[in-house]
């Protein structure tokens, strides 16, 4: 419970911060911002409900189910790619954000139906972390890059770690993990609005 509460505080004041952006800014990092927020949100109703569906019965089950799901499969990934974006200056229009999040929930259930949980989760957190990486090498100022780099390698091992074969890690250390990596998403985020720009 307590990683919960840590986790929807994290989302939450991820997202503020998210609003805190000064000065004008393009339509393109504009959407990527709204689209931070977008994940953040699902992120922290995942969190909201496996701290409020305490009830037991099969429906609270399944929509606790839904939405652990529609944080790890589709917000994670969705800010991954926002940061990764940024830092390519990738020109995506919100038709382009909105097909890609359809494109996460339709692999997501083809895995699912192929019954690849495992290998899918360990997948998409390892294709997170290089994403994440990847952005920090592309960044140009130090703050955005050392803030990607460890946002990519606690989430990787948020998501990885308890579907690896290892000693199982404390879940409020798995929760705190995932709750940094969010802020420091979101100061990546807010730190390459002022990126220059390819010519």
Known sequence: MAGDFLLLAAALASALL????????SEEQRLRLSTGRLALAFIAAAALGRLTLTAGGQDAETLKRILDNLALYAALPLLATAVLSQAMHWHWSRAGWGRWLLGLFALFELCRRMELGELYTLVMGAAIGLALLLSAIRLHKSRARLASAGSGLLLALAICAPVL???ALPPLVLAGAQAVA????AFTLLNSLREPQPQ
């Open 18 to 25: 998210t609003f805190r952006q000064t000065g004008e800014i």
């Open 182 to 185: 969010l802020l420091l998403i």
């Open 165 to 167: 074969p290892l000693p």
